[in-house]
Each structure stands twice: as C-alpha cells, then as structure tokens.
C-alpha cells in the first residue's frame, strides 16, 4: 500500500472505474491532494497523458475534492477505461499533454485565415489523437459553422477525415451509396433501398448512423431487426454474399473524427454547410462508395428550410464528390411532413417491414420515396435504362424479390427478429373538425424523443394522419408510445405546451 504521508520517487496511481458515462470524451477523476496531483501541478481540467504498460490516452482531469478516492487511486470514465483497455487495479503513470500546435489555425480561422490543406490534416490528426479538448473541438466545430468554409477548405477537410480512417476497397466495380441530408421524422428509406439495390444485382455496402437530434438513426431501426455491429471482416462477408448490408458506420471505424465532430456539433446546435458536406462525404469514400444518391428534403422544418439553400449544398456535395473522385447526384424531395407512419426505432422498422411485405396497411409514401431513391440509383449503376429505374424498384417490391434479399441480409448479419412493441400508449386526437394544414417536424421529433426514443426501442409515435386529411373532433392524430410511464407524461405535457404540433384548419364554404 501506498502510504500519502510519505514522500514518492514513482508517479502511478492505481486505476478505478468509476462508471460515469462521459460519452467520447475521455474523463479521469483525481483526488486534489494526491501526491501525483502536487507533484505535477494538474489543475482541473488539465489534458493529461495516461500510460499503463500497454497503452496511452490523453483525458481531461476533473478534481475531488471528497474520500471517494482514496490517495493511491485515480478514477477513470466509462470512454477512458474503454479507450485505455483498463483492469481494476492497474498501475498508470502521469504527465502534462503537448499542447495541440494546430489551434494556432483553428485561431487563425476565427479571425479570417484560410484554413490550408496541410494546416486541416493537423488539425483532423490531432483531434484523431485525443489531442482536442472539448472546449478545443468546440472552438474548432465553431470556426467552420454556417458557410464559413470555402469549397477548397472543404474538400481538404473531406481528404483529412479519410485519411485518419479506415478504408474498404471492393475491387473496380460499382459501389453504390445514398444519404439523407435528415430533418425528416420516419424516412427511413435505407433499408428497403439496400434490398431493392442488392436484389438487382449492384454492390450496396451500406453505412449508417445512429441518432445524432433525431428519434432515430438507420442503425438504430435497424438494430430492433438484426445486428449492426459489424466488424470489417463481417461487413465485408455480409456484401461478398449478399450484395449488400446495413451496418453501423462507428463499428466499422470510417472517417472516425466524424462522430467526434457531429457530438460537439449537437451539443452546440449548430449546422455547419461545410463540415455536413464532408461527413458524408468522407463517410462514402472511406466505405469504398463510387456512386452516390444524396436526398435533401426541404421544408420550413426539415434541417434544409429552403430550396435556395438545398441548391448551395447539392452544389458543394457534386463539386466536392467530383474533386475526389466519386460520383454525386443530388435528388430534391418533400420535407414538409413526416414519411411513414412511425417515428422510432421499432415503430420506423415496423413501417419496412410492411413496405417490403406489400401489406395494404403500409405506408404507400414510404414505398414512394425509397422506390423513387432507389430508381435513381438503378439508373446510375446502368441496370435500368434512364426513366425507367422507379418501375424496376416497384417491381422488385411487388414481385417479393427485395423482401427475399432483406431476409437473407439480416440472417448474414446475425438472424432477423421481430421488432418490440411499447407497453404504454396514448391517443392523441383532435380538436376540432378541419384539415390537416401543417406539421412541425421539429416539434414532432422532440415528443417522439421525450417519450424515449431512441434509447428505448419500442418509444416513439404512430400517425394516423397527412397533411391534407379531413378530420372529424376527436379522430386520432397519432399515438404516442413508451416504455415507461414517466417517460410518457413527459411526452405529454411536453404536447400540452407545444399545441401547434399539428394545425387544423377549418373547410372553407
């Protein structure tokens, strides 16, 4: 045992997990009146390098101040015993971090200096590195926000997230991908898209997020049928026999700086032009993708409010696909209201399942976009003549061949299951007769998260309604879906002071 009344010729304090999740960010916990913590001056927050035998990190230092350390202990975060390989009890050693050289650039940007090819790959580098605080990264995620970065700038940081990443490689065939630019409850088209794709004979390796602000991610509906957690080697089996997979793009470790950059961009609130168009960007090189289908719905709240502003950003996803090689076509859509008829992970897989089964109670708009996205698609990887891409996907649905393919993807991926089903509900009705003249699609996603999704699987809402529907007093608008009760009231007092979720107007005479 180590005694703290003695002096000490050794630096290394006993690790600890303290199971506190801090999310990605690397988190230590050190008593204030340690010897380590004396000996070399950490204060709080201090970037400090922690090595054991085998490993190394850089974490940010938060102090106690209380005995729920002792003094030869060191306390680690859920991110900084994963990322440290950590075992109770195991001796590590201390020092100060070298501070991150390239924020001299990310300042340099702040007050108007372009951002270079080689002064972005240090930057990318160093936040691959660990070498970015949070506060760091959030300076940086800052300094590109809105439509700072010019599109040479954004091409150099396309190239810089590929770099640190892994990349696949499928031989010199076609690749195909798509990408929705998001803002839209329940258009999860990804699934029925990737069996329409695969069961036409073209490679679809697809990638997918889960939630970053909305109710659900592709990954996380698709999580409630099969796995996605796919390592390389099993994502690469999966499209060698199959044609296709839909996989969680952070198990598969492609352009990995992206989900640092997208969590400190959430916490902010902020949308940047240019880092959006090298996320996805990047994210379809390093999967090995040639040609791309981008969707970007628009709609005054969807994430793209204006047509002017979906042109600007098509416009730097083709020039900055076509700077690195890949090929880029973008496809405008409705983003006015919800797609489907469910908002949550197992809600939104329910809605594919029943697209792909032809079930008369599916949601004929659903099948209309993934169709139509899935038709442009075809035409790019030259099995459908031009024009004609729409009647092949319908008729790989009609004749049972796209669900056939999505079977045999989920039972390579790990075996297809049923999705669940919440255990508390509530009808939400309306309240007066009229028309349904408009959706807020923020608002919207906001109640399906406050009744748990996308964390609790089965949590979200079912529609009963479109815009455009007559309804009667008292005709069910939609159903909210929990798994708890708690979670269900948040939901609905949330409801209570959100009243124009959803405007009726009355018929005109």
């Known amino acids: ?35 380590v913590c004396r000996s070399e001056g950490f204060d709080a927050q201090s970037r400090i390098n922690v090595s054991t035998d085998s490993h190394s990190i850089i974490a940010t230092v938060n102090m106690v101040t209380t005995d729920i350390l002792s003094h030869q202990e060191v306390g680690l975060s859920e991110s900084a015993w994963r990322l440290l390989g950590a075992s109770e009890g195991e001796k590590a050693t201390f020092s100060h971090a070298k501070p991150a050289e390239s924020m001299s650039s990310v300042r ?3 007050y108007g200096t372009p951002f270079t090819p080689q002064n972005t790959s240090d930057i990318i580098n160093d936040i691959a590195d660990g070498s970015y605080s949070d506060i760091q990264l959030a300076s940086f995620v800052t300094s590109c926000a809105g439509s700072r970065l010019s599109t040479n700038e954004i091409i150099s940081l396309t190239q810089a997230m590929i770099a640190c990443g892994s990349k696949l490689d499928w031989g010199n065939q076609k690749v195909m991908d798509k990408h929705c630019v998001g803002g ?49 080697k099993t994502m690469r089996s999966v499209v060698e026999k199959e044609g296709g ?72 996803l ?27 992970p197992a809600l939104e897989a329910r809605d594919i399942l029943q697209v792909l089964n032809n079930h008369h109670h599916g949601p004929q708009d659903l099948r209309d976009r993934a169709t139509t996205i899935a038709g442009e698609i075809l035409e790019m990887g030259k099995v459908a003549p031009q024009g004609q891409g729409k009647r092949l ?58 009744a748990g999704a996308p964390a609790a699987p089965s949590a979200g809402l079912d529609f009963h309604v479109k815009l455009g529907d007559k309804v009667e007093i008292r005709t069910p608008l939609f159903t909210i879906h929990s798994e708890a009760p708690g979670e269900l009231q948040y939901a609905i007092n949330f409801l209570s002071d959100h009243p124009g979720a959803i405007c009726i107007e009355e018929e005109s005479i």
């Open 1 to 35: 045992m180590i005694n703290p009344a003695e002096p000490q010729s050794i630096n290394y304090l006993l690790l600890h997990r303290m199971g506190i999740d801090t999310h990605q960010e690397p988190v230590i916990y050190m008593r204030q009146d340690c010897y």
């Open 108 to 110: 340099g940007k702040i």
């Open 184 to 232: 839209l409850p329940g258009n999860r088209t990804t699934p029925i898209v990737v069996a329409i794709v695969a069961a036409s004979g073209l490679i679809m390796p697809k990638t997918s997020s889960r939630a970053i602000t909305s109710p659900a991610g592709t990954a996380d509906t698709m999580e409630t049928l099969t796995p996605v957690n796919l390592s390389l």
């Open 245 to 316: 997979c839909i996989a969680w793009g952070g198990s598969v470790s492609l352009s990995p700086t992206d989900d640092i950059l997208i969590r400190i961009e959430k916490a902010l609130d902020l949308d940047s032009e240019g880092q959006l168009v090298a996320s996805v960007i990047s994210k379809k090189i390093a999967a090995g993708s040639t040609d791309v289908l981008i969707d970007i719905p628009v709609g005054v709240t969807a994430k793209v409010r204006s047509l002017n502003y979906g042109r600007k950003l098509a416009k730097q």
């Open 318 to 344: 083709v020039k900055t696909g076509d700077a690195l090689g890949i090929t880029v076509k973008t496809l405008f859509s409705d983003g006015l209201q919800p797609i489907g008829h469910g908002i949550g």
């Open 393 to 450: 996907a319908e008729h790989k649905i009609t004749t049972g061949e796209a669900w056939v393919k999505f079977q045999a993807i989920c039972e390579a991926q790990g075996g297809l299951k049923s999705p669940p089903k919440a255990a508390h509900t509530y009808c939400v009705t309306a309240g007066k007769t009229g028309i349904v003249s408009y959706i807020n699609n923020r608002v919207i996603a906001k109640l399906a998260k406050l």
